[in-house]
């Protein structure tokens, strides 16, 4: 064919060409990417960003960058769409419900942390949606995440195949493999996502041939990462995932991107599901260090196999973008899938697998914990819930108390204390619609779903113009939301900002290089202003930052019997922000080492004041006030009225069951600390 050595559809070589634009315009389309992997990075290796110093710190970030950009760029506000506000608008209305949820839970500091995370992501929202347009796009965007996933998942694979090369100490669960997120879950849907992205990466022929052939290395070592996260909603999320990027994206080098990756990926998860003793409690054996390499070599193996079947698959894809074969429209795709799954139910029944059907479904409603005699990779095959209807029951318990406007943000570990069927603790309902339904009510769980839905509209939308990119977006915001259901995937922004990321800068404006320029452009006085109005803005991060930097030492320093440093480390910690009540804790309890515990009571109460349902600090209460000799037991009964189950105010009943103040002050010197 005369037409072969033609290829209409790749206009990188002449976006990329350095007569169109300059270069330092093209090195900053780099910044977007390179910015938002390095946030995923440093997330990731920050326990995911758990915790409220990280998010603060993301927070300050995210924030500084938007200021540059609209103080800055010539028009910030050219990548403003109708669909990017009505996220944003979502988004901000549940920042400001969580904040006022404050007035009805009297627990301040807990909501402050709450609207912390959500200002973040609203930053990165906004950030995403009004810069990436004129920064290389949503297309490069995924380019930074995939490549993000890809780091994560390498390291904590080779800390598992290899943990000689990279030693690390045992986790809370050292059979499976969650370094350095620390939570397995959230590495094991970082690892699915990427690996959508990368799939993406191989299978669009917009994308540079090196771009294709290094995501499809990255397939089989993405799947290893997930695969010892033993992680079965990570698992199976990854087929949906797949199955709704190629129905919107209907990529022409799909073909060539399954027939790359898919044997190679198989090829490498069989070999670390043959690794037995990597599944074990202690993968540090000798028989476990032995199996890693071997699974090192399968899997790098695997990975260059990919790659080179790629490249020379380049051929495929010139072939399939000459004469525009895209993949079956979704309508064929779905009636195509349908008769497969019809075909597996009928031969599935004829088989008598209903009876295992209704076994598993009993199984799964009726066991708790997930711990098969055969080790972690078993679980794989079990059904049980884990503990998670025990936490959705007490999500909707919570709800019914007030069904409009919840509980309060955060206060979801109050509730569980005090309603939960087994002395297990969490912090999260391990649902973000039914936390959110329980602590927000009805309110902020409608603009929770606005917001998930406005993405996934916005993506729908963008389909006429970027088809590729739109799929792959589409494909991550659906995988998410639909973990997020089923995990506390809303408080680990490690995986969170992904969709925002790629989410904002899929809703912006699409830029096309002939268009002229638009959007808002603020004068001096506006820039002004809008600088302030995110200065304003990180007034709550800052604080939060620094106090938690101070209540750590001050931890620290108790933990360590120096009660001088933690006394001043909690007293500043209280006068960067006085509505927490954690400082006072410290304080207390330090009151009473230094014998002042009538001060320490004092602290107590003042605790209980700035979160009164919390059990720990009625509990401390109990204790200085045996340390002071004046009556614990109210304060007893107290703290076990709010954690009947805990083991600590159990104790404390018996503890102090006497009239004698004698006795209280003698047993209060041996009564164990909440931790």
């Known amino acids: 064919m005369t037409t072969a050595p033609v290829e209409s559809p790749a206009p990188e070589p002449i976006a990329d060409a350095p007569a169109r634009a300059p270069v330092g315009r093209r090195l900053a389309g780099f910044g977007a990417p390179v910015g938002a992997g390095a946030l995923v990075v440093w997330l990731a290796f920050n326990a995911g960003g758990f915790f409220p110093g990280t998010v603060g710190y993301a927070a300050i970030a995210a924030g500084l960058a938007l200021l540059v950009w609209l103080t800055t760029a010539e028009r910030p506000f050219e990548g403003a769409s109708g669909v990017l506000a009505c996220a944003a608008a979502a988004l901000t209305l549940f920042t400001v419900w969580t904040l006022l949820s404050a007035d009805w839970s009297g627990a301040t500091t807990r909501a402050l942390l709450e609207f912390d995370r959500s200002l973040f992501y609203l930053l990165v929202l906004v950030l995403a949606g009004l810069a990436t347009g004129r920064l290389g796009g949503p ?43 620390t939570y397995w879950n959230t590495l094991g849907l970082l690892g699915a996502m990427g690996w959508v992205a990368c799939l993406h990466l191989a299978s669009s022929l917009r994308e540079p041939r090196f771009v294709r052939v290094l995501a499809a290395a990255s397939l089989p070592l993405l799947a290893s990462t997930v695969f010892f996260t033993f992680s079965r909603g990570a698992i199976l999320i990854v087929p949906v995932g797949v199955a709704a990027y190629l129905l919107v994206a209907r990529p022409r080098g799909a073909v060539a991107a399954l027939l790359a990756g898919v044997p190679t990926t198989a090829i490498a998860v069989v070999a670390c599901f043959s690794a037995e003793a990597l599944a074990a409690d202690d993968p540090t054996t000798a028989a476990a260090v032995d199996q890693g390499r071997t699974v090192v070599v399968v899997v790098v193996a695997a990975m260059i196999a990919a790659a080179v079947a790629r490249a020379a698959l380049g051929r495929l894809d010139r072939w399939m973008d000459v004469l525009e074969i895209r993949l079956p429209s979704p309508g064929r795709l779905l009636a195509i899938a349908g008769a497969l799954v019809a075909i597996v139910v009928v031969l599935g029944l004829a088989a008598g697998v209903q009876d295992t059907l209704s076994e598993q479904y ?22 049980g819930n884990n503990g998670r209807l025990d936490h959705w029951a007490v999500a909707l318990k919570g709800a019914e108390a007030s069904l409009l406007h919840g509980t309060g943000a955060g206060t979801y570990a ?28 009805i309110v902020g769980l409608l603009l929770i779903v606005a917001l998930v839905a406005t993405l996934l509209v916005g993506a729908a939308r963008r389909v006429r113009v970027d088809r590729p990119v739109a799929g792959a977006v589409a494909a991550i915001v659906l995988m998410w939301g639909l973990r997020a259901g089923l995990d506390w995937d809303w408080e680990m922004p490690v995986v969170t900002i992904w969709v925002m990321l790629a989410g904002g800068a899929l809703l912006a404006r699409p830029f096309a290089p002939q268009e002229p320029r638009g959007g808002l452009v603020p004068g001096r006085l506006g820039r002004l202003l809008l600088g302030l109005g995110v200065l304003f803005l990180l007034i709550t991060p800052a604080l939060i930052t620094q106090s938690q930097a101070r209540l750590q030492e001050g931890i620290r320093a108790f933990r ?116």
């Open 139 to 181: 297309g490069r965007m995924l380019w930074g995440l995939a490549a993000a996933a890809v780091l994560v998942c390498g390291a904590g694979f080779i800390t598992r195949a290899l943990p000689e090369v990279w030693p690390i100490q045992a986790t809370l669960q050292a059979d499976r493999l969650s370094y350095p997120i």
């Open 362 to 383: 009993e199984k799964f409603t009726k066991s708790g914990e997930v711990d098969p005699a055969g080790g972690s990779r078993e679980r794989l095959a079990q059904v």
């Open 414 to 441: 109050n509730l569980w204390a005090k309603d939960r069927p087994e002395p297990f603790d969490v912090q999260d309902a391990h649902s973000l619609y039914l936390e959110v339904l329980s602590e927000l009510g």
């Open 560 to 675: 360590a019997g120096d009660c001088g440093t933690a006394l001043t480390k909690a007293l500043d910690s209280n006068g960067v922000l006085s509505v927490r009540p954690e400082p006072f804790l410290v304080i207390g309890f330090c009151d009473v080492r230094i014998g002042q515990p009538e001060l320490g009571v004092q602290a107590m109460q003042a605790a209980i004041e700035r979160d009164p349902d919390d059990w720990t600090y009625r509990y401390g209460l109990a204790l200085t006030k045996a340390a002071a000799g004046i009556d614990p037991r109210p304060d007893a009964r107290g703290a076990h009225a709010m954690n009947p189950l805990s083991q600590l105010t159990r104790d404390a009943l018996e503890r102090f069951d006497s009239s004698d103040p004698k006795v209280w002050r003698e047993r209060s010197v041996t009564a164990p600390l909440p931790q």
